[in-house]
């Protein structure tokens, strides 16, 4: 059974402070993935990794950076939080590395709130 | 870039009628064509998906359609039951191995 965790449910941030979120993966999958949901959005890709150390831009990357030094973590990071990424941040993780046609796996979301 | 439009946005049936959710996209080499289904306050979870050389796909009462040469394909779901109630995803696969590209979303509503 796979499982996707990360780090908080919720998270309450100060605009300007510099905010992580994790994701780990137990399944030994290749691809981890970062998306943010908002009502009447769907979910928007932000950045994804299909292997250790690689990354690639999504559609709304602007803000936002991401680090995988393990093949079972994904981290975003928001380096100067603006109120404007309020929002349910969701991870999730495919198994095959630049195969995007694998089941994705997603986390249980995690909804920050920049003040 | 990829547009991806769902139809209807929201979607209102009673428990036993079918439901039809459509997906429009517009990357003609997208060869990967999944739905999601998302129950509130729950993760995405895939339900459903089809590869371009096949047509139609069933399993049990969801069943999904593909036309590439119009570039839409459809989630059908039949004898529809109150645990279907969901937000429901496509995520055509993007420049033909790149990304999911997600849909805004349908909001299904099953009564009984």
């Known amino acids: 059974d796979v499982k996707v965790t990360q780090s908080s449910r919720y998270l309450v941030k100060r605009t300007g402070e510099k905010v992580f979120l994790e994701c780990v993966q137990d399944m030994d999958h290749e691809n981890m993935f970062w998306y943010r949901q908002d009502p009447g959005l769907g979910l928007r890709l932000i950045y994804f990794s299909y292997d250790v150390k690689m990354k690639e831009k999504g559609d709304i990357p602007e803000g936002y950076s991401v680090s995988r030094e393990k093949k079972e973590r994904f981290s975003l990071i928001l380096e100067s939080a603006s109120t404007n990424q309020t929002s349910m941040y969701l991870c999730?993780?495919?198994?095959?590395?630049?195969?995007?046609?694998?089941?994705?796996?997603f986390g249980p979301g995690t909804r920050l709130t920049v003040l | 870039g990829e547009n991806v439009e769902q139809h209807p946005s929201t979607l209102s049936v009673q428990e036993g009628d079918s439901a039809v959710i459509k997906c429009t996209y517009s990357?003609?080499?997208?060869?990967?064509f999944p739905w999601y289904k998302q129950e509130l306050g729950k993760r995405p979870q895939l339900i459903i998906d089809?590869?371009?050389?096949?047509g139609e796909k069933k399993d049990q009462r969801i069943a999904v359609t593909l036309n590439k040469t119009a570039k839409h394909f459809s989630l059908h779901i039949t004898e529809t039951q109150p645990e279907d109630s969901a937000v429901y995803f496509c995520?055509?696969?993007?420049?033909?191995?790149?990304?999911?590209?997600f849909g805004k979303g349908t909001t299904l509503s099953v009564s009984s």
């Open positions: 999730a993780s495919s198994l095959s590395g630049q195969a995007y046609t694998d089941t994705q796996y």
């Open positions: 990357d003609s080499a997208s060869n990967y």
């Open positions: 089809i590869r371009s050389n096949v």
């Open positions: 995520a055509p696969l993007y420049q033909a191995g790149t990304a999911l590209i």
